[in-house]
């Protein structure tokens, strides 16, 4: 099947999200490697209420976190984009970059592909200034994509969802502004 995407970059394509969709991201959110660096697996309704939450963005914004498919199957892998975060911090509001992949499209450069033409497509089509990553410190993988991206390391904090929680509340803060070198 044929799909339209926002945008490409060289494997990958970018849309909003499609009811189909659900069934597939309900299964890399079951898959509890994927979610290691997460406080807990998301349920069936609350992968259906982001789905909604990320039509809804791209809507009204024209960002969201992407559905991303390879170009060479059609198959759902997952996301990669953009999305607001508003919890109490001392650099919120602000725009996250962020991706989530099945296992099986990890160590294949998805993310790092995905992410760069995304900052591409922010910044050049929406016109945007700045972007964020967040990622409790132990995400070393989430990490090393936003270097090589990149982003700058800002600073630690701790993460106020995620209190409580020794293992995720220590979190990075990294930043790439629209300016800087040309990455994509």
């Known amino acids: 099947m044929v799909k339209a995407y926002l945008f490409e ?97 990890w160590n294949k450069g998805f993310a790092t592909e995905g992410a760069k033409r995304c900052l591409q497509y922010a910044f050049e089509e929406l016109q945007l200034s700045a972007i964020n990553s967040i990622a409790p410190k132990i995400n070393e993988p989430s990490i090393a994509v936003m270097k090589k991206i990149g982003m700058k390391f800002v600073k630690n904090f701790d993460h106020p969802l995620l209190s409580g929680d020794d293992r995720l509340q220590h979190c990075v803060l990294y930043e790439i502004h629209s300016a800087a070198p040309d990455n994509f």
């Open 9 to 105: 970059s060289e494997r990958l394509g970018f849309r909003n999200w499609i009811e189909s969709d659900v069934e597939h991201m309900i299964a890399v959110n079951q898959d509890t490697e994927v979610m290691k660096y997460f406080p807990s697996i998301p349920s069936a309704e609350q992968t259906k209420d982001f789905v909604v939450k990320m039509q809804a963005l791209f809507d009204a914004k024209g960002f969201c976190y992407f559905a991303v498919d390879t170009l060479a199957t059609a198959e759902f892998i997952g996301f990669i984009g953009i999305s607001e975060k508003d919890f109490e911090a001392d650099f919120t509001p602000c725009l996250d970059i962020g991706w989530r992949l099945k296992r099986s499209a």
